[in-house]
Nanobody
Framework: QVHLVESGGGSVQAGGSLRLSCATS????????MGWFRQAPGKEREGVARIDRENGNTYYTDSVKGRFTISQDNAKNTLYLQMNSLKPEDTAMYYC???????????????????WGQGTQVTVSS
């Protein structure tokens, strides 16, 4: 059973930076997709960035390209999301998530991810 625990959220002013961490455990192989998702009040959960745990391939949603960086430290079993140039519209609960990758490529579809952390709040003020 994969277990995920996020940390690193907080309150910052627009233009600031935060780094989110997700401590992971329970992986039985490297064939997993790992992603960061967020949900703002009154909005649906959306994918932010994802990484293939085996080959490190990354993908970002358009709204965060050039500002956010997803990375992993497999030795520490930790997933990161470095967030720079934060905007008020980045305010949301951020979740890390994971799923097995059965061939093909990783995606950012919320419904395809099986394992979720409890979330960490990010608030960006103008």
């Amino acid at each position: 059973q994969v277990h995920l625990v996020e940390s690193g959220g907080g309150s910052v002013q627009a233009g600031g930076s935060l780094r989110l961490s997700c401590a992971t455990s329970g992986y039985t192989s490297s064939s997993y997709c790992m992603g960061w998702f967020r949900q703002a009040p009154g909005k649906e959960r959306e994918g932010v960035a994802r990484i293939d745990r085996e080959n490190g391939n990354t993908y970002y949603t358009d709204s965060v390209k050039g500002r956010f960086t997803i990375s992993q430290d497999n030795a520490k079993n930790t997933l990161y999301l470095q967030m720079n140039s934060l905007k008020p519209e980045d305010t949301a609960m951020y979740y890390c998530a994971s799923r097995r990758r059965f061939g093909g490529v990783c995606d950012l579809a919320v419904d395809s991810y099986d394992y979720w952390g409890q979330g960490t709040q990010v608030t960006v003020s103008s």
